[in-house]
């Protein structure tokens, strides 16, 4: 085979076949085929688009290129979440509590990741002891045991992805419905779900911009991973404003913990229910979504999905007292309140910027070697479509320096008062199944 007849056969809009797109991926990851070549490659695909079929080869070739996990020592469905991401998306946490409650296994590998705040081990950090570094072994014992462990990631997972995506990167080839789709859906692969549900963010803080693009994405990995024998449902959700009111490390622990106490904000809550009664479906404890979803407020209402917490805690060298005693978080020295300059209607909160006004605080990281402060970050005390009187509260803020103007500055910026009234944006846009 020879990679340049690859090239044309896509650049002509010709499907390639199995055997192509995997000669494609191990030749790259083993740099047998240099960035020039899969540039091109990568190009025409972008132009040219993908069929089904090849979506789904690409995929497990990709898988093919490192290590899998194999959770088979583990009972029952594996079902696992993703979220295209987004700013204040504390849902990872009280969902999996959820779920594991009701009895579906919840094994997550999670990573740090840069962003807004941190992944959902930093977040996790901020509970004292609390470890991510799990032998196999006690990993596969735990979630046996209390149905929900997380681990860091480990292994050399879809090396393929990682060298792939750093091309598209610099070669304006990452806003792409199959290379996207197929870099997802095998990170979930090799991770080891039998099952994926996806929360596809839609707006101005996500990837997908529009509810159409973001429609196609999820249909796009629908497809694939109904395609290669992992059951795999998917809803748009709005990104269009944070999600929930925290935005921080510490502070989305304290939000994830008022979730499964059932006074999470509106929004995350009812984000956990319907994303919760995807998984509890998928995991074969529920026939309807309906029926999940009374399985759900049942263990939140009874403290079970609470327990479930405070066992993975401890279980995790984390001190669980922190459950009952949210004071034991990490704290910030400083905390002030965004006073409203003017009355009016909130019409936005740019995620994106208010995103950006977290970081700048010290939340997320900016590079890989970044620290980050668990103690800061942002509440928002008004959501799209709340009222606010001048003077009143917007935001309040975490931080660990005195001068915060331009954080304070950001937010203003970035936080639309209207005089008229204004709807809140849909949370669901839609479910997608097939
Ligand atoms: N996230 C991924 O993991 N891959 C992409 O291609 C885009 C977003
Ligand atoms: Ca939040």
């Given at each position: 085979?020879?990679?340049?007849?690859?090239i044309?056969k896509?650049?002509?809009?010709?499907?390639?076949t199995?055997e192509?797109?995997a000669?494609?991926?191990e030749?790259?990851t083993?740099?047998?085929?240099?960035?020039?070549?899969a540039?091109?490659?990568?190009?025409?695909i972008?132009?040219?688009d993908?069929?089904?079929e090849?979506r789904?080869?690409?995929?497990?070739?990709?898988?093919?290129?490192?290590?899998q996990?194999n959770?088979?020592?583990?009972?029952?469905?594996k079902?696992?979440?993703h979220s295209?991401?987004?700013v204040?998306?504390?849902?990872?946490?009280?969902?999996a509590?959820?779920v594991a409650?009701?009895?579906?296994?919840v094994a997550?590998?999670s990573?740090r990741?840069?962003?807004?705040?941190?992944g959902?081990?930093?977040?996790l950090?901020?509970i004292?002891g609390?470890h991510?570094e799990?032998s196999?072994?006690?990993f596969t014992k735990?979630?046996n045991?209390?149905k929900?462990?997380?681990?860091?990631?480990?292994?050399?997972?879809?090396?393929?992805?990682?060298k792939?995506y750093?091309?598209r990167?610099v070669t304006?080839?990452?806003?792409?419905?199959?290379?996207?789709?197929?870099?997802?859906?095998?990170k979930?692969?090799a991770?080891?779900?039998?099952?994926?549900?996806?929360?596809?963010?839609?707006?101005?803080g996500?990837f997908?911009?529009?509810v159409?693009?973001?429609?196609?994405?999820?249909h796009?990995?629908?497809?694939?991973?109904?395609?290669v024998?992992?059951?795999?449902m998917?809803?748009i959700?709005?990104m269009s404003?944070p999600?929930g009111?925290?935005?921080?490390?510490?502070?989305?622990?304290?939000e994830a913990v008022?979730?499964l106490q059932g006074?999470?904000?509106?929004?995350?809550?009812?984000?956990c229910?319907?994303?919760g009664s995807q998984?509890?479906v998928?995991?074969?404890?529920?026939?309807?979504l309906a029926?999940?979803?009374?399985?759900?407020?049942?263990?939140?209402?009874d403290?079970s999905?609470l327990?479930?917490?405070?066992?993975?805690?401890?279980?995790?060298?984390g001190?669980a007292?922190?459950?009952d005693?949210l004071?034991?978080?990490?704290?910030?020295?400083f905390v002030?309140?965004?006073?409203a300059?003017?009355s009016?209607?909130?019409?936005?909160?740019e995620?994106d910027?208010?995103?950006?006004?977290?970081?700048?605080?010290?939340?997320?990281?900016?590079?890989k070697e970044?620290e980050?402060?668990?103690a800061?970050?942002?509440?928002?005390?008004?959501?799209?479509?709340?009222?606010?009187?001048?003077?009143?509260?917007?935001?309040?803020?975490?931080?660990n320096r005195?001068?915060?103007?331009d954080?304070?500055?950001?937010l203003?910026?970035h936080?639309?008062?209207?005089?008229?009234?204004?709807?809140?944006p849909?949370?669901i846009?839609s479910?997608?199944?097939?």
């Amino acid at each position: 085979m020879r990679f340049v007849d690859i090239i044309e056969k896509k650049r002509d809009g010709h499907a390639l076949t199995k055997e192509e797109i995997a000669f494609f991926i191990e030749g790259y990851t083993n740099g047998e085929i240099p960035d020039y070549q899969a540039s091109a490659l990568l190009m025409a695909i972008y132009f040219e688009d993908m069929t089904d079929e090849e979506r789904a080869n690409l995929t497990m070739a990709m898988v093919a290129s490192g290590d899998q996990i194999n959770l088979a020592a583990i009972d029952g469905i594996k079902v696992d979440k993703h979220s295209t991401g987004g700013v204040g998306d504390t849902t990872t946490l009280p969902l999996a509590a959820m779920v594991a409650a009701v009895g579906v296994p919840v094994a997550k590998m999670s990573g740090r990741g840069l962003g807004h705040t941190g992944g959902t081990i930093d977040k996790l950090e901020a509970i004292e002891g609390f470890h991510v570094e799990l032998s196999t072994e006690d990993f596969t014992k735990q979630v046996n045991e209390i149905k929900m462990a997380v681990i860091g990631q480990s292994g050399n997972l879809t090396p393929a992805d990682k060298k792939i995506y750093a091309l598209r990167d610099v070669t304006g080839t990452v806003s792409s419905i199959p290379l996207i789709a197929s870099s997802i859906m095998s990170k979930k692969i090799a991770s080891g779900a039998d099952a994926i549900v996806l929360d596809v963010k839609t707006g101005d803080g996500a990837f997908m911009k529009t509810v159409e693009d973001a429609e196609r994405l999820a249909h796009a990995m629908v497809k694939i991973g109904n395609s290669v024998g992992r059951n795999t449902m998917a809803i748009i959700s709005d990104m269009s404003q944070p999600l929930g009111f925290a935005i921080g490390n510490a502070l989305e622990i304290k939000e994830a913990v008022e979730t499964l106490q059932g006074k999470g904000p509106a929004d995350l809550q009812e984000l956990c229910y319907v994303l919760g009664s995807q998984m509890v479906v998928l995991g074969g404890h529920a026939k309807t979504l309906a029926e999940a979803r009374t399985q759900l407020e049942a263990v939140v209402a009874d403290g079970s999905a609470l327990e479930v917490l405070r066992a993975f805690i401890t279980a995790q060298g984390g001190n669980a007292a922190v459950v009952d005693d949210l004071t034991l978080l990490p704290q910030a020295k400083f905390v002030t309140e965004l006073a409203a300059k003017t009355s009016g209607y909130v019409a936005k909160l740019e995620a994106d910027d208010i995103g950006t006004a977290a970081m700048l605080l010290g939340a997320g990281r900016a590079t890989k070697e970044s620290e980050i402060d668990l103690a800061v970050g942002l509440v928002l005390n008004k959501k799209v479509g709340d009222y606010v009187n001048a003077g009143e509260s917007l935001v309040t803020i975490y931080a660990n320096r005195e001068d915060i103007t331009d954080v304070e500055q950001k937010l203003y910026d970035h936080i639309i008062l209207s005089g008229e009234t204004v709807a809140a944006p849909k949370l669901i846009h839609s479910i997608i199944t097939e």
